[in-house]
């Protein structure tokens, strides 16, 4: 065998049978080297990116007013232009910082609907550092002319210190410190302290089974993902921060009702189905029958058992809900609801929020109209409904305990239709312990950002389709966590959306700084998941360490004419040239004897 090399020079004889490569290639792994020497950036990195960042406010400002100028409004085709141009400029900001860039069109199902757009940026700079996935949106909600703002919604407006615009809070502001602290890093050390992902959505609230075929043809972006991070309004305290380590799952259930027919001797003496003299139920009546069964208002989930492999809330996250300044009033009236189940207390009203399961119908369905009597009367109708689960519920349990309630109150009810439990999709919890290394990163983030510690809960558990779908295309051992951008009494597309100057700059210099405390987590070897991870060329030139067994010199002259391709083509000669074997003790014709 012929061993070319990296540089398709070497033309090195080697002995295949007792190894595969020559001194040209790397054989070192990322275990091969201690932790502390897999750390590549240092403190005064960090202290220069800060000051730089500080000095850039003006600029800041000027590309946030930009983003937020766009009515990036997803459900109206008049803003279709508008979404287009957003994106490209999102797309344009990150290629200047080197990302590699691709824009996905996902054409409208229906004509006259707008297009749903969104980026997979991704800078890769050695497989030395640990790879993060940031995601983030940039549609808002239309402003109504009756919503009473202060100042223009899509205008930066600044007064008083603090900033106004529609966007700012959720998601283009977290979206565009990202960036700027992203610039930071490129402009004070020309590479970043860990590879960095983007997806950038362009209507957060489409649906996920058209977004899952496009995750699906992208089975590479996602493979060697170490962190997923979002961003949310969870600072619970003026000086509290909480950070969202546990993500639900769900069981994502169809119940479907078919009518019976009645039997052939019967059909002409069977009632019109008009009648009320002993005729059986509709298909529409017996659904309707069932789905009472499964919640109420004033008990909740009435589904015996579903509340059973819970873990206990600890005193820690009993300590977090008294420090919760969201009040039972305040929720009131951002739902207009005007009771609520567990209102009695304010820290038990935040655990059957945060850590208990739910049960959400999603809809009810029936075939489309084909005569007068189908459409009084369908013949086949389906509801669906999802119940969330949290840490330590499992599918199997919650599946069986739904099935086992249905079939018990059909038999009480006297349902006679056919009927159908199917489960459409399903997605395990998550659950992280406080001291992960991502979360202790976050930590030290924070206390050096604002000087306060963050809250890390241990039964507290957030409910985020896209980030559900996200980790399910992401490894196993993808950690997921919510970093705090803003106050919860700010509500996402809520009336004077706004942050002081000074918040804003933190972020950006938060942003920073856990990139910086990232880097500093040892990144971890990935061959065993993706072939060949740790020799994966990036962008990384000069701190890139598995870079430093760099191939020999071309100075060899043997062969130079032949090609690699044309090599692999030639021939087998083992059977035609006689070994060492063979030339001295002769043939063996033992063989041929024993025929």
């Known amino acids: 065998m ?36 897999r750390i590549m950036v240092r403190r005064y990195h960090l202290n220069h990116v800060i000051d730089h960042a500080h000095g850039q406010l003006e600029t800041q400002l000027m590309e946030l007013d930009s983003i937020l100028s766009i009515r990036t409004i997803p459900h109206d085709i008049q803003y279709d232009a508008q979404n287009k141009q957003a994106m490209d400029r999102m797309a344009q900001r990150l290629i200047e910082l080197g990302f590699d860039v691709e824009l996905v069109d996902v054409a409208a199902k229906e004509e006259g609907k707008p297009a749903h757009y969104m980026i997979f940026a991704d800078y890769f700079s050695t497989p030395a550092k640990n790879v993060m996935l940031i995601y983030g949106h940039i549609d808002v909600l239309p402003v109504p002319e009756s919503d009473p703002w202060l100042y223009p919604p899509f205008t930066l407006t600044q007064k008083n210190e603090k900033l106004y615009g529609r966007g700012l809070t959720n998601s283009k502001g977290p979206l565009m410190c990202w960036i700027q602290a992203i610039d930071a890093w490129m ?35 996602f493979q060697p993902v170490d962190l997923l991070v979002s961003s949310t309004n969870l600072w619970i305290a003026e000086n509290v921060p909480m950070l969202t380590t546990c993500h639900s799952g769900y069981v994502e259930f169809e119940l479907e009702v078919q009518s019976q027919p009645p039997p052939k ?92 399961p739910s049960l959400t119908l999603h809809s009810v369905k ?71 290394t991502f979360n202790v990163a976050a930590i030290r983030a924070y206390k050096s950002t604002y000087n306060v510690t963050a809250a890390i809960p241990d039964t507290v558990n957030v409910c985020m389709p896209i980030i559900n779908e996200l980790r399910r295309n992401c490894m196993k051992h993808t950690q997921v966590v919510g970093l705090p951008f803003c106050s919860m009494h700010m509500l996402p597309h809520q009336v004077n959306e706004s942050c002081s100057i000074e918040e804003y700059q933190r972020n950006i210099e938060l942003f920073a700084t856990y990139l910086y405390e990232i880097a500093h987590v040892p990144a971890e070897c990935k061959c065993t998941d993706i072939p060949d991870f740790c020799f994966t060329k990036g962008k990384a030139t000069e701190t890139d360490f598995i870079r430093t067994l760099e191939p020999r010199d071309n100075n060899t002259h043997v062969l130079y004419e032949i090609g690699e391709m044309e090599i692999d083509r030639t021939a087998n000669v083992d059977s035609v040239l006689p070994n060492v074997k063979q030339i001295l003790l002769g043939k063996d014709t033992s063989a041929q004897s024993l025929v």
């Open 366 to 436: 029936c075939p489309h109209k084909v005569s007068t009597q189908n459409f009084r009367i369908p013949k086949q109708v389906s509801a669906r409904f999802s119940v969330k689960l949290v840490p330590n519920q499992s599918f199997r349990y919650v599946k069986f305990a739904v099935k086992d309630h249905l079939d018990q109150h059909y038999n009480r009810l006297k349902c006679k239709n056919p009927t159908y439990l199917r489960v459409l999709d399903q997605l395990a919890p998550s659950k992280q312990p406080r001291n992960a």
């Open 2 to 37: 012929i061993c070319w090399g990296e540089l398709n020079s070497c033309a090195i004889f080697i002995d295949q049978v007792t190894s595969d490569r020559c001194d040209c290639l790397r054989d070192k792994c990322i275990r091969d080297y201690a932790p502390e020497k």
């Open 187 to 221: 402009t004070q050390t020309n590479d970043l302290p860990v590879n960095i992902k983007f997806i950038i959505d362009g209507n957060s609230n489409v649906s996920l089974r058209l977004l899952r075929d496009v995750f699906e043809k992208r089975k590479n972006f």
């Open 265 to 356: 001797e019967a059909k002409d003496k069977c009632p019109p189905p008009q009648c009320e003299c002993g005729l059986q139920r509709d298909p529409m009546s017996d659904l309707c029958l069932l789905l009472n069964t499964l919640t109420d208002t004033k008990q909740g989930i009435l589904v015996k058992g579903l509340h059973r492999h819970l873990l206990p809330v600890t005193q820690q996250d009993w300590d977090i809900f008294c420090q919760v300044e969201l009040g039972i009033q305040e929720y009131k009236r951002r739902t207009g609801a005007t009771t609520l189940p567990h209102e009695q207390s304010h820290p038990e009203f935040l655990k059957h929020r945060w850590c208990m």
